[in-house]
């Protein structure tokens, strides 16, 4: 077996996909005890429905991130992945970028709104969460191929997670300066864009009735062809 056999071996090994996942592991497991802390910290002192909606989010959100550390620990090998440093700079930009909003200025937001915001994040995080599920060991932060899922919330688009994720986005983005807030989410989304074309592309090319299913179903949103 030739050096380079060797490599390509180590790269589709359990060992290097678990290395390959270990800064998600680590940094989801920290989020899930930030989570645990916070509310934690806020149960005793909460009285309104606003505080209660603030805790059902980060509950939501924790339930998010203890599935993708559960699922990177135990998913697939992956049976390809896209050539090239361009897709996985495009996935890191496209999975992370929304978070500079959390660099602006947070805005205090009365009753009503803070309510609105914690249940549009809730509500994202929840949608995120069941899709995980649906996506079981399928799951993957850079492109590529470990087994293509089409039942479930995959029924109706091509990219049900990254969907639901920009909805808890918006709603994080409402506790922030805008419009830069806004725009940031915005710039985050239009980056998911090329990132879902490099995801598709070695689906197809590994799983050929992928793209029977990809040209049927919308990308994004139900019922529109995007």
């Known amino acids: 077996m030739s050096e380079g056999d060797k490599q390509g071996g180590l790269r589709y090994s359990r060992a290097w996909d678990l290395a390959a996942g270990l800064p998600l592991i680590l940094l989801c497991a920290f989020g899930v005890a930030g989570f645990a802390i916070q509310i934690h910290r806020q149960w ?7 505080d209660y909606a603030v805790m059902a989010s980060e509950a939501s959100g924790g339930l998010f991130l203890a599935l993708q550390l559960v699922l990177t620990c135990v998913r697939r090998l992956p049976r390809a992945k896209s050539p090239g440093l361009m897709p996985r700079l495009l996935a890191l930009a496209g999975a992370n970028s929304s978070y500079l909003v959390l660099l602006l200025p947070k805005v205090r937001l009365d009753g009503g709104a803070a309510s609105l915001s914690a249940l549009v994040i809730a509500l994202g995080a929840l949608g995120s969460a069941v899709v995980l599920v649906w ?3 399928s799951f993957a932060i850079f492109p590529q191929a470990r087994m293509p899922v089409t039942k479930g919330p995959y029924r109706l688009v091509r990219h049900p997670l990254y969907l639901c994720e920009q909805i808890s986005l918006f709603g994080v ?3 922030y300066a805008q419009p830069w807030a806004l725009l940031i989410v915005l710039l985050g989304f239009a980056l998911q864009f090329p990132r879902m074309r490099y995801e598709e592309e ?5 799983f050929p009735l992928y793209r029977d299913y990809a040209k049927r179903t919308p990308m994004i949103l139900p019922r529109i062809g995007w």
């Open 202 to 206: 070695i689906l197809g090319l590994t």
């Open 173 to 175: 983005s409402m506790q």
């Open 135 to 137: 996506l079981g060991r």
């Open 44 to 50: 005793p002192a909460a009285m309104t429905l606003p």
